[in-house]
């Protein structure tokens, strides 16, 4: 609304406005009622499935909606005068409002702050060259300031997402995204504005914005627009998304009316007869598409391949001054026509490229205005800027000046008829090349354009002085080919007609002239006027005495030469725009029936004839004729049109623009054309009706639209037009391509010495490939570009498409079974989720086209997308090179565990072999394999660097496979290198983890599910692109040097790896250099730098460091590049190969002159990169060369590799993993004493064991035997025949138990806790590399005294004097007390052993103990089963206790003396084992109830000694509850209490269970450990055997979940307690796991799959989980309400039920996993289990306090790897719960003693560390010597000594001197100290 102040004006519009109609009330209540269902639909779901909806059926989105709803249908609609409620309701509001301050200087009101704002904006904006729709002063500045960009959408999305809400979705008159979408247009072409509103984006102008963001907005435009010329690949997102909303809104429909179900939902009969129907034609259509796509003329022409190989000819400027042309000078100017043509193009391009040799002065370009409405100007600079004229810009600016004119018009279109020549320079030539070459146009139309345009231009050319005429013309002007002599350069015999008869009229009506032409045997109205034209041009020009040229060109191609190789113009024609029709669907047939050379001239060609004519001196008529065709001699250099579709249907199917069955139908259809009736037949049939009834459909359809206000999709009524007006081509290069006699022309012309028919011929496909494939900006058709060829050589491999046609494909392949099929559309919906582009350089290819031998593809082996994505190659590839069958590949044995995926492998041709091991054991099924597969007849595909190389460096090759290979195949073989280089890969992080010393995630099929899930949402990281090239073979035969041809298969893995710019960009960050400048410095270094795939989004972005390094070190191992590092660098980089050193090389250790490269002008050279990486990696081996010192410091001995790693990244210096991994290599091989230098060389470094130097008999470590031997073993845990033990199992490593005595383990190797043990310690163990077993020591002598004094005290043979029994008694089962006694560190042992079998005798020991030297003594300890480990039988030293020490081995003692079933109690001797009480008391139908995890060697002794606690604590109690009385026998007598007399008589054979008489003797004894007397006998509680025992398993999401679920067990009252119920955590669940493992069983493989699947549906990961093992004991009653009471509780906290077999195996393994800490042993792996009682207020915050301690002390020990560290619970009660601990570190590389110091301060600050964390000392292992120090800190000193008095009193002589817990006066040789120790001490 607008107020006009002059009068006259305003009655003027008032005047205007009265003829316009009032809008009706109705009418505006129309609008309010359609702003409403706007409103509804205006949600974003309803709006995007509209828009879907009518996009899908080809509705035009814009017109149904935005019009209906926003815009005018109706012009008149513009002017119509609002409704009278209208202008109310306007008034009223402005009355509410305040005047807005439009000009307020002071920026007050939210205008004027926004024009400010503006104004700033436009400013930045129109210098930086951005067009700003409206100045700041417009009133658009309001709200949005609009500006025009290229790519609008991609100008908005990324201005999005800095933070800017820009925005192109729409306006007032349609959306812009739709017309952005489709790519950029020019400026405004027509009123309406809709090219102008595409280029429409509009930026943000907010009053709260500040000056700062404003001018951020500004810059952020300038970046985008500046860094993104042409739009790029969007990254992955959800596919089918129309899909998923047609089923949306099916769902909704059916959701409101779901009675709609029972109209569509058919019958069981219609539904088997609909199946049965779709299932035959289905069957029908791929049979039918597998008959097309078998047609043997698919398969590629080999000379194709050969062509793209060929060497690169001299192109543009090179090669115009190479040839000169025979022909003068123009000293003048030069007037062309049709300049923007192909043929006019290629002649100006010429023009410029020799004006300087011709004379030229000036260029003037003729040009028309262009369709569009643009002018000269701007055709004019199109023109400069096309890359066709980039050689010659600068001659194109100084001679080049366009003049508006079109030929066709009277006096070209100008106003003035006497238009004068208005340049300075004379006008010498003027040369008429423009003309419209369809061949169909009506008589009239083609005499206009093709003889009046020619004559008009003649006059002009007479009339502005020109002293020569050049017409371009045709060849075929000749009506037909000649049968007997060439065609000669002269005018045509037009028998009697007269050319200006026929000329004058063809311009009338044309009927005579129609005539004519038939009579003559033109084929059409092109060639019949060109010909008139070239009589009448000739007629003028010798009237006018001007010297006159006609070049008559034949079928023009693609340029050989120049402008550069290849060039086919902007559009397609002649031959190549044949083929472009074909290869975009427009038609179906052509016809060559006669297989003769076609005449076509490279247009390169044609535009030498036509300057040469130009310049060329005056001659005769003979002369004035050339014929721009290659000359008859010479028509066999030219390829046969048929040879021409045939190549180009193969290039086709190669590059994967149509599919193999439309491409082998049109091959069908073209051999049957070949007859001319079928051909005239076929082409109305499948050229010309499809097109029409296209064109009929695209009518009518506009015409019924129309009437609903709808419009037809713009491309589609364009594509219909264009095609039916092309649809009769075939017929129209019927005469040219296919005619009786061959065309053969007399001519000049002769092909270059280095022409190549087959390259031609390439080149006349390739143009063809490019026109028909879409441009880069999405529509439209493009020319090849400069350097096409190299792109034209890349196919891509199963490039993205719908589902339904990925399967379509995949099934129609020929021969293809039905696994290979779904394997084949699987893998390219797997692409299409990574947006992974996968290319191969089918040029390559050609090197197995000789090949007579069998070929093995030796690809690099980076991911595991490798074998993927070689076999789609493969599989796309082999109809066409049948040569590249689907290849066997030697796949990991460890896919053949994966429950499907190995099966699918194994279908699709796998085999799989072991991978390493080979050295050690060769798998003796290799070579069956091998021949297996190699009989077939397919290729191999083997992955000789055995490995994924982490950090895409280039491996070492292995040679094993290819030895069995070369003895197998007994014949020559060929290695084929195939190098894969990828941009991302998906392992990019899991390897980054691994070399920062993480373990290597298993496969597992789960997480390929899951993998696919994410792919499906769309969640999976664009991937880039990967390229394949495949290297000339290596022949293998049997006298092959294996090694010789490994080398050179590695460096043409290397030659072949190429990089992209995302790699330069991973440079630049990393070395902190311009973007720009590495890349320069990489191309201009000569590395392969292509171009990024990546999509938009991830630019702008830092790679993250896991990306950046490997990408880094791919582009370091390029020979340029890596010949520039250190020597011993580059070895790194790539194992294996040649040196590419010279003795100038710069070697590691020299001086630099620069620290860091200069940056010159902004660029630098690949010298420069090299230095800052090099900087990089001498910084890096500096840091690991002082890690090395630094370890050798502090005691290590031997140092590998990755234990120089981890310090490295542990250090504190900062080193990214790869970096730290390659300076750790360098400085572990060069620290290498030279004797070990070849043995790492043949394995040491690589991982291979060492072979050894002697040979010595080796015994099995148990017996075959399936008797059980119960003899227990000295140096080890349990029983002699039970042991884990390692070896190589078919070459692979394993652990293996040594007997059948654990039902849960078995003997089937465990491979997984092989594994385990290395991937949760962080090291590399070898199998062969274990602790040396060693004879027993010697020890002193036994003192003559003692002998006599112990033989006449005991009974003869109670002393045993030998090594093996003193050993045995004075060790325990401590770790320190085993590693001291396996690597024979020995401490004092006790002097003789006295097993007693009475009680009697223990007191006699005592006594003669007391009386021995004088009554100096002896020293007594007695001993059990041996199983403490807290050091508590072992003796003190001499310094502390001179004395001789007796060990009174208490098993002896081992019988039930009494059962008072009644009573419920029994008296047992101290002697007796757990394992021999439980089944004695079980004779009597009874038990204890006492089962620790010890109980197969402990004794009741040692359970009361160190007060004990069981497994089943819950139900019967600990140690303490269960006896009532002991009997003690000290060195003064026997120590008991009421009824512990074994000698009273059996009606006293009863307890009480409590007397409140005084202190109790129990109380006392328990926990004494052997100081206080010897416990000979005690009565204990018995109970009935439990009517069930059931186990049970409960698995939870993680530790927290199972810890909260055990403190609610805990609160139960004791009788609903489980009697076991113990909680593991992941690390133990893993490791029960792995002693379950049945790797050799797909079964188990399988159940192990489904299960971590069921449990990931149940929100449980394996990774994170704890579990629960459960034992209930007790009546039917009990067992039951028990279970019901837990069920709730493990509802209650999610967790699933594991079952009972795995609860009854997992409580069963606990007497199993003791075995593990001594197998660890064998490989320097010390561990120690920790136990602790803690409150349930501090009970969650113990084992993180440990875990932490530990930590910190190993990285301050710096022991290698990282230690192992777990936890379960294992008793409940209510005030607190009972933690039992292990550690585990591998003390590789120090020395014995060292190891053992190391991990007993570690020990030490674990127990530390659980005591201030609030937990106790020990739970049920007792304090013994090793733990008595940190006892004075739970306990008074008053405490400690009436405990120490007491003693006093029942042995005064400490008799009894184990000097265990308080006891220990002071520290024995094994005490600890609290200070941490000095290992280098």
């Known amino acids: 609304m607008v107020q006009i102040r002059d009068q006259n004006i305003r009655d003027r519009v008032r005047l205007q406005e009265s003829k316009y109609p009032v809008r009706s009330a109705w009418q505006r209540l129309w609008n309010v009622v359609r702003a409403f269902i706007f409103k509804i639909f205006g949600q974003a779901i309803l709006y995007g499935m509209i828009e879907a909806v009518l996009t899908r059926v080809g509705f035009s989105f814009d017109s149904f909606v935005v019009e209906s709803g926003r815009g005018f249908k109706n012009s008149r609609d513009i002017r119509q005068r609002p409704a009278t409620a209208l202008l109310e309701l306007l008034l009223r509001r402005l009355q509410a409002q305040h005047r807005a301050a439009f000009d307020d200087p002071s920026d007050v009101s939210s205008v004027a702050r926004r ?210 042309l025979a022909c003068g000078q123009v000293d003048g100017a030069v007037l062309l026509t049709g300049s923007t043509g192909f043929v006019g193009g290629g002649i100006l391009y010429s023009l410029l490229a020799r004006s300087k040799e011709l004379g030229i002065t000036k260029i003037v370009l003729l040009i028309r205005r262009g369709r569009n409405g643009a002018g000269v100007e701007d055709r004019l600079r199109e023109l400069r800027t096309n890359v066709a004229f980039e050689d010659v810009r600068s001659a194109f600016d100084e001679l080049v000046v366009g003049l508006e004119g079109n030929v066709a018009q009277p006096d070209f279109g100008w106003a003035d008829s006497n238009e004068k020549w208005k340049y300075q320079q004379p006008l010498k030539v003027v040369l008429h090349c423009a003309g419209d070459v369809r061949f169909q146009q009506p008589m009239q139309q083609a005499a206009l354009s093709l003889i009046s345009a020619t004559l008009q231009m003649q006059q002009l050319a007479s009339k502005w002085g020109a002293k020569r005429f050049v017409f371009i013309s045709t060849a075929f002007v000749h009506a037909v080919p000649s049968t007997t002599s060439p065609l000669e350069e002269k005018l045509v015999e037009l028998r009697d007609f007269e050319p200006m008869e026929i000329y004058r009229d063809a311009v009338a009506h044309g009927s005579w002239a129609q005539r004519a032409l038939n009579d003559l045997g033109f084929p059409n109205t092109y060639t019949f006027n060109k010909a008139i034209a070239e009589h009448l041009v000739m007629r003028a020009c010798d009237s006018e005495n001007m010297d006159v040229r006609i070049v008559r060109p034949s079928i023009v191609g693609p340029a050989w030469a120049f402008p550069y190789i290849g060039w086919a113009g902007d559009k397609p024609s002649t031959i190549v725009g044949g083929g472009t029709l074909l290869g975009r669907r427009g038609l179906r047939v052509f016809r060559d029936g006669y297989d003769r050379s076609c005449p076509v001239v490279p247009v390169d060609f044609v535009a030498d004839i036509a300057v040469s004519a130009l310049a060329g001196a005056r001659g005769t008529s003979q002369s004035r004729i050339l014929h721009a065709a290659v000359d008859a001699s010479q028509t066999e250099q030219m390829p046969s049109f048929r040879r021409f579709i045939t190549t180009y249907l193969q290039a086709l199917a190669l590059k994967g623009q149509l599919t193999l069955p439309e491409l082998g139908l049109m091959i069908k259809l073209m051999r049957w054309s070949n007859n001319e009736t079928v051909f005239w037949l076929l082409h109305p049939l499948v050229n010309v009706l499809p097109m029409k009834l296209l064109a009929a459909i695209s009518r009518i359809g506009q015409f019924l639209f129309s009437f609903i206000g709808l419009k037809l999709s713009k491309g589609f009524v364009t594509t219909a037009k264009v095609l039916e007006s092309c649809c009769t081509l075939p017929a129209q290069y019927h005469p040219f391509t296919s005619p009786v006699s061959g065309w053969r022309f007399q001519s000049e012309l002769r092909v270059p010495e280095d022409w190549d028919v087959n390259k031609y011929l390439l080149l006349n496909i390739q143009a063809c490939c490019a026109f028909s494939s879409l441009g880069g900006d999405g529509k439209g058709l493009k020319g090849p570009p400069r350097g096409y060829s190299e792109e034209f050589r890349f196919v891509q491999i199963a490039p993205p498409g719908s589902t339904l046609a990925a399967a379509l494909l995949s099934f129609a392949q020929p021969g293809t079974p039905l696994l290979y099929g779904m394997a084949s559309a699987a893998v390219r919906m797997g692409l299409h989720w990574m947006n992974l582009t996968v290319t191969v350089d089918v040029a390559s290819v050609n090197s197995l086209i000789q090949l007579d031998a069998p070929f093995v593809l030796c690809p690099t082996h980076r991911s595991l997308l490798d074998f993927v994505i070689i076999g789609a190659m493969c599989f796309q590839l082999q109809p066409v090179l049948p040569m590249l069958r689907l290849p066997h590949v030697a796949a990991d044995a460890e896919f053949a565990g994966l429950p499907f995926l190995g099966w699918i492998l194994e279908g699709l041709g796998a085999f799989f072999v072991r991978r390493g091991g080979g050295a050690v054991q060769p798998d003796p099924a290799l070579r069956a394999k091998v021949g297996k597969v190699f009989q077939c007849g397919r290729p191999l595909e083997v992955f000789l660097e055995g490995l994924r190389s982490r950090g895409r460096r280039q491996l070492r090759l292995r040679t094993g496979l290819l030895k069995t290979l070369r003895d197998v195949s007994e014949r020559t073989v060929s290695l084929i290198p195939l190098a894969l280089s990828y941009e991302l890969l998906p392992e990019d992080d899991a390897f980054y983890r691994e070399l920062a010393g993480l373990p290597r995630d298993p496969l597992l099929v789960g997480d390929l599910v899951r993998w696919a899930l994410r792919g499906i949402r769309g969640e999976l990281t664009a991937l880039g692109a990967a390229r394949m090239r495949l290297g000339t073979p290596e022949i293998l035969d049997t006298s092959s040097d294996l090694d010789r041809i490994v080398a050179a298969v590695q460096e043409q893995l290397v030659g072949l790896t190429s990089v992209t710019t995302v790699h330069a960009r991973a440079v630049a960050e990393l070395l902190e250099l311009p973007e720009a400048a590495v890349l320069h410095a990489l191309r201009m270094g000569g590395l392969p730098v292509e171009n990024s795939r990546l999509p938009d989004s991830s630019k702008g972005k830092t790679l993250p460091d896991a990306v950046k390094w490997p990408l880094l070190l791919q582009t370091a191992t390029l020979a340029p590049l890596r010949a520039k590092l250190p020597r011993q660098w580059a070895r790194w980089l790539v194992e294996g190969c040649s040196d590419l050193y010279t003795e100038a090389t710069v070697l590691p250790g020299e001086s630099k002159k620069q620290e860091k490269p200069l940056v010159s002008n902004g660029l630098l050279d690949l010298s420069a990169v090299a230095a800052a990486l090099e900087l990089q990696f001498r910084h890096a081996e500096e840091a690991a060369q002082r890690a090395w010192e630094a370890l050798r410091s502090g005691g290590m001995v031997e140092i590998t590799e990755d234990h120089l790693v981890q310090e490295l990244l542990s250090g504190g210096c900062a080193l990214p993993p790869p970096l730290a991994r390659g300076a750790a290599s360098i400085v572990a091989a060069r620290a290498l004493p030279a004797r070990l ?102 020890l002193p002598e036994v003192p003559e005294s003692l002998r006599d004094a112990l033989e006449s005290a005991l009974p003869s043979g109670r002393a045993s004097f030998d090594v093996e029994s003193r050993v045995r008694a004075g060790t325990g089962h401590g770790l320190a007390d085993i590693w001291r006694l396996r690597t024979r560190q020995l401490q004092r042992m006790p002097d003789a052993v006295v097993r007693p079998e009475s009680e009697e005798e223990v007191q006699a020991l005592l006594s003669a103990a007391a009386a021995f030297a004088d009554r100096s003594g002896f020293a007594v300890v007695p001993v059990g089963g041996r199983t403490n480990v807290t050091s508590a039988t072992a003796c003190p030293s001499k310094d502390v206790d001179p004395r001789p020490f007796v060990a009174l081995d208490m098993r002896g003692l081992s019988s039930v003396l009494w059962v008072n079933a009644e009573d419920s109690v029994a008296m047992i001797e101290a002697g007796m084992t757990g394992m021999a009480l439980k089944e004695a008391l079980r004779q009597h139908g009874v038990t204890m109830g006492m089962e620790p995890d010890s109980m197969e060697f402990s004794t009741l002794g040692g359970w009361i000694s160190t007060k004990a606690s069981g497994m089943k604590r819950a139900r019967y109690g600990n140690i303490e509850d269960m006896v009532l009385e002991v009997r003690l026998i000290t060195p003064n007598g026997a120590l008991w209490q009421r009824h512990g007399d074994p000698s009273a008589p059996a009606q006293t054979q009863t307890a009480i269970g409590r007397a409140s008489t005084g202190m109790l003797q129990p109380g006392i004894v328990i926990g004494s450990e052997g100081c206080l007397g010897v416990i000979t006998s005690a009565i204990v509680r018995i109970h009935p055997l439990p009517e069930v025992i059931e186990y049970e398993s409960v698995v939870f999401a993680d530790w927290a979940c199972g810890a909260a679920w055990m403190r609610e067990v805990a609160r139960l009252p004791d009788a609903l307690r489980p009697a076991s119920c113990r909680l593991m955590d992941q690390q133990q669940l893993q490791l029960s796991r792995a002693l379950r493992e049945n790797s050799g069983s797909s079964r188990g493989s399988l159940r192990s799959t489904i299960q971590e699947a069921f449990l990931r549906w149940r929100g449980i990961s394996l990774s994170q989980a704890a579990a629960a093992t459960l034992v209930f004991e007790g009546s039917k009653a009990e067992v039951s309400v028990q279970k019901r009471k837990i069920c709730e509780l493990v509802s209650k906290f999610a967790g699933v039920w594991g079952g009972a077999s795995s609860g009854e195996a997992g409580y069963a393994l606990t007497f199993a996993i003791a075995y593990l800490r001594d197998f660890g042993m064998d490989y320097r792996i010390l561990s120690e289990s920790l136990e602790t009682m803690a409150p349930w207020s501090a009970l969650g915050s113990v084992w993180p306090a440990v875990q932490a301690a530990v930590q910190a002390e190993h990285r301050t020990l710096r022991l290698p790897g990282k230690p192992f560290m777990s936890c379960r619970m294992t008793q409940l009660y209510s005030e607190g719960g009972v933690l039992y601990m292990y550690i585990a570190v591998c003390t590789a590389g120090l020395e014995s003693e060292k190891a053992i110091e190391a991990f007993t301060q570690l020990e030490h600050v674990a127990r530390k560390a659980i005591m201030d964390a609030g937990g106790c000392l020990s739970h049920h292992h007792g304090v013994g010597k090793h733990r008595a120090s940190l006892l004075s800190t739970t306990q008074s000193p008053l405490f400690t000594k009436v405990l120490q008095d007491l003693k006093l009193s029942f042995d005064p002589s400490n008799i009894l001197g184990a000097r265990n817990g308080v006891w220990a006066l002071q520290a024995a040789s094994t005490a600890l100290t609290k200070e941490p120790m000095d290992l280098a001490r």
């Open 115 to 324: 024009r400010r704002l503006a104004e700033l904006i436009s400013g930045r904006l129109v210098d930086g060259g951005v067009d700003v729709v409206m100045d700041h002063r417009g009133s658009n500045s309001w709200w949005l300031l609009p500006v025009l960009a290229e790519n609008p959408k991609h100008l908005a999305a990324e201005l999005v997402a800095r933070g800017f809400d820009a925005t192109c979705t729409s306006t007032q008159l349609r959306r812009v995204a739709t017309i952005a979408a489709a790519g950029p247009r020019d400026a405004v072409r027509n009123p309406a504005g809709a090219d102008f509103m595409d280029r429409v984006v509009y930026l943000p102008l907010s009053p709260k914005m500040s000056t700062s963001s404003a001018e951020a907005l500004a810059t952020a435009v300038l970046e985008v627009r500046g860094s993104s010329s042409s739009a790029l690949r969007s990254s992955a997102g959800r596919p089918g998304t129309s899909i998923a909303l047609w089923a949306l809104a099916t769902g909704l429909v059916l959701l409101l009316r779901p009675s709609l179900l029972s109209w569509c939902l058919p019958g069981t009969k219609i539904l088997v007869q609909f199946w049965s129907v779709f299932g035959v034609v289905a069957v029908l259509v791929v049979a039918f598409a597998r008959w097309c796509a078998a047609e043997p003329e698919l398969k590629l022409d080999p000379q194709l391949l050969k062509a793209m190989n060929a060497k690169k000819h001299a192109e543009g400027v090179e090669y115009c001054k190479a040839k000169v």
């Open 1237 to 1338: 230098l070849s043995a790492n060389a043949a394995g040491g470094i690589s991982g291979k064991p060492r072979q050894p130097t002697t040979v010595t008999p080796i015994w099995p470590a148990s017996s075959s035997k399936t008797q059980l031997s119960n003899e227990e073993a000295t140096e080890r845990w349990g029983f002699k025949d039970t042991r884990f033990v390692a070896h190589y199992f078919d070459g692979r490593p394993a652990a293996q138990i040594t007997s059948n005595r654990y039902p849960g383990l078995g003997r089937e190797p465990l491979y997984g806790l092989w594994d385990l043990f290395q991937r949760q310690l962080g090291v590399s163990l070898n199998v062969r590399s274990v602790l040396p077993e060693r004879a027993m020591p010697e």
